[in-house]
């Protein structure tokens, strides 16, 4: 979620999968939101909780040969014919991911939202069975 107009004494303290607005004394706070803009109009004291659907369509990528996205590992992995590295969220996810092609696959686990890091971790709530093939894997957690 990202500021639009911000006055003096607007907070914001936003957690995953939701953001909790905190104001004291002043007139507004307008945020823009994934669907459009709303306003907050502050004539008293208020605490007001959004809360947002998670996106699990596109926590899991495929960028090669062509970018696809998956809500699962274990989709990703189906959907590979060819040497693959598969990107996941820094989220936790439940998935039992079963390993039965002769490919060498590699998951990357912990990435932003964007992609363009994976400095967290991907925590697997299932197992991990590697029957055939090979497995790398960073920033992962099996739990």
Request: contains cysteine; proline residues 3%; neutral net charge.
């Given at each position: 979620?990202?500021?639009?107009?911000?006055?003096?004494h607007?907070?914001?303290?936003?957690?995953?999968?939701?953001?909790?607005?905190?104001?004291?004394?002043?007139?507004?706070?307008?945020?823009?939101?994934?669907?459009?803009?709303?306003?907050?109009?502050?004539?008293?004291?208020?605490?007001?909780?959004?809360?947002?659907?998670?996106?699990?369509?596109?926590?899991?990528?495929?960028?090669?040969?062509?970018?696809?996205?998956?809500?699962?590992?274990?989709?990703?992995?189906?959907?590979?014919?060819?040497?693959?590295?598969?990107?996941?969220?820094?989220?936790?996810?439940?998935?039992?991911?079963?390993?039965n092609?002769?490919?060498?696959?590699?998951?990357?686990?912990?990435?932003?939202?964007?992609?363009?890091?994976?400095?967290?971790?991907?925590?697997?709530?299932?197992?991990?069975?590697?029957?055939?093939?090979?497995?790398?894997?960073?920033?992962l957690?099996?739990?």
């Amino acid at each position: 979620m990202r500021s639009q107009r911000q006055e003096p004494h607007c907070e914001r303290h936003s957690t995953y999968g939701g953001a909790k607005f905190i104001a004291k004394r002043m007139r507004f706070c307008a945020y823009t939101a994934a669907n459009g803009d709303f306003l907050i109009t502050m004539n008293a004291d208020k605490t007001i909780t959004v809360t947002f659907d998670k996106d699990n369509v596109h926590s899991v990528l495929i960028d090669l040969p062509t970018m696809k996205y998956y809500p699962s590992i274990s989709d990703a992995y189906l959907d590979a014919s060819v040497p693959t590295v598969i990107k996941a969220w820094g989220t936790d996810i439940t998935d039992s991911l079963i390993l039965n092609k002769d490919l060498a696959v590699t998951i990357r686990g912990g990435y932003n939202s964007e992609y363009t890091s994976n400095s967290g971790t991907t925590t697997i709530h299932g197992t991990v069975t590697v029957k055939k093939g090979s497995l790398t894997v960073e920033h992962l957690i099996v739990q």
